[in-house]
């Protein structure tokens, strides 16, 4: 079965830190993603990687950076963390559309990191 | 961007009634579409997709969806609710390999 990780459930850090979030996903997909889950927001996306050392930004992109060194890590770093950077913090991964014709191109969930800062 | 609304944020249902959850997309090309749950304190799992072919699509645990394309709209339906069903629901768009998801809506099944 699909396992996507993440490093931790639950951060607290200063503002002004920088922060890691590791992702790591087990099934050889080429596409990663990360969003930030917020009540009434639903899950609105941040990064997104295609490919190793390839990414997109999001729709809420500022005062993010991810890196993707390696096809089944996927990070995403706070430069400097701030208070309205709290959140639920999940990553995700899929096959691409050009392999619809495969079963399983869903997006896959890791358990999410829920990020405090303080 | 892709947009994705839901236009219920939160639902109470008492056990045995029907369900229907609304999801509308604004991107008028193809789209694929998903809906997601997410039970208290687990991760998101998907219920069911469609990608082409019949509209009406079935996924786990009776839920069903219908694609109607002059709409844009992409409904959850279940004949009969369970107190099991009690979780978060999540209409998705996948749009050039990106997933853009509602706002979701919460449903509470009172036994």
């Known amino acids: 079965d699909v396992k996507v990780t993440q490093s931790s459930r639950y951060l607290v850090k200063r503002t002004g830190e920088k922060v890691f979030l590791e992702c790591v996903q087990d099934m050889d997909h080429e596409n990663m993603f990360w969003y930030r889950q917020d009540p009434g927001l639903g899950l609105r996306l941040i990064y997104f990687s295609y490919d190793v050392k390839m990414k997109e930004k999001g729709d809420i992109p500022e005062g993010y950076s991810v890196s993707r060194e390696k096809k089944e890590r996927f990070s995403l770093i706070l430069e400097s963390a701030s208070t309205n950077q709290t959140s639920m913090y999940l990553c995700?991964?899929?096959?691409?559309?050009?392999?619809?014709?495969?079963?399983?191109?869903?997006?896959?969930f890791g358990q999410g990191t829920r990020l405090t800062v303080v | 961007a892709q947009s994705v609304s839901q236009h219920n944020h939160h639902v109470i249902l008492s056990e045995a009634a029907s369900l229907e959850l609304g999801c509308n997309y604004s991107y008028g090309g193809t789209v694929n579409l998903f809906w997601y749950v997410q039970y208290p304190g687990q991760h998101l799992q998907l219920l069911l997709k469609?990608?082409?072919?019949?509209?009406l699509v079935k996924g786990i645990k009776g839920f069903e969806a219908e694609f109607i394309k002059s709409k844009f709209s992409f409904n959850l339906r279940k004949p009969s609710v369970q107190w099991s069903d009690t979780a978060e629901y999540f209409c998705?768009?996948?749009?050039?390999?990106?997933?853009?998801f509602g706002s979701g809506t919460k449903l509470n099944v009172k036994p």
């Open positions: 995700a991964s899929s096959l691409p559309l050009s392999r619809r014709d495969e079963v399983r191109t869903e997006a896959f």
């Open positions: 998705a768009v996948n749009n050039f390999n990106k997933f853009y």
């Open positions: 469609y990608f082409s072919g019949d509209p």
